[in-house]
């Protein structure tokens, strides 16, 4: 199993902006289907965010979405999630997931089993 990693978690205010990054080393994530799950505290772990390869077409969730983009740095190997107008809810700590078997991700881009490898995660605390 590819091991990804995840960076960038930390302390943000309300309304503000945060951004992860996700990458690996000995594997592409270019070419694969990826996303951003998030567990809060007592919550399930639940789908954020997710982008194809190729045409880079891209799913959010309802609660983030106008808030939060998706995007992929192949230049360096990376998937980024900009987390902008930050709340409390958005509390949570964030994993990076890699479909090893498909470039796109399609309508069900949210199902937590069609991904194959995943990071540790990180947390991202919003509180003021």
């Known amino acids: 199993q590819v091991q990804l990693v995840e960076t960038g978690g930390g302390s943000a205010q309300p309304g503000g902006s945060h951004r992860l990054s996700c990458s690996t080393s000995?594997?592409?994530?270019?070419?694969?289907?990826m996303g951003w799950f998030r567990q809060a505290p007592g919550k399930e772990r639940e789908g954020v965010a997710a982008?194809?390869?190729?045409?880079?077409?891209?799913y959010y969730a309802d609660s983030v979405k106008g808030r939060f983009t998706i995007s992929r740095d192949n230049t360096a190997n990376a998937l980024i999630l900009q987390m902008n107008n930050l709340k409390p809810d958005d509390t949570a700590v964030y994993y990076c997931?890699?479909?090893?078997?498909?470039?796109?991700?399609?309508?069900?881009?949210?199902?937590?089993?069609?991904?194959?490898?995943w990071g540790q995660g990180t947390q991202v605390t919003v509180s003021s």
């Open positions: 000995g594997s592409t994530l270019s070419t694969y289907c």
């Open positions: 982008i194809s390869s190729g045409a880079d077409d891209t």
């Open positions: 997931a890699r479909r090893n078997w498909a470039r796109r991700c399609g309508p069900n881009w949210y199902v937590q089993t069609s991904y194959t490898d």
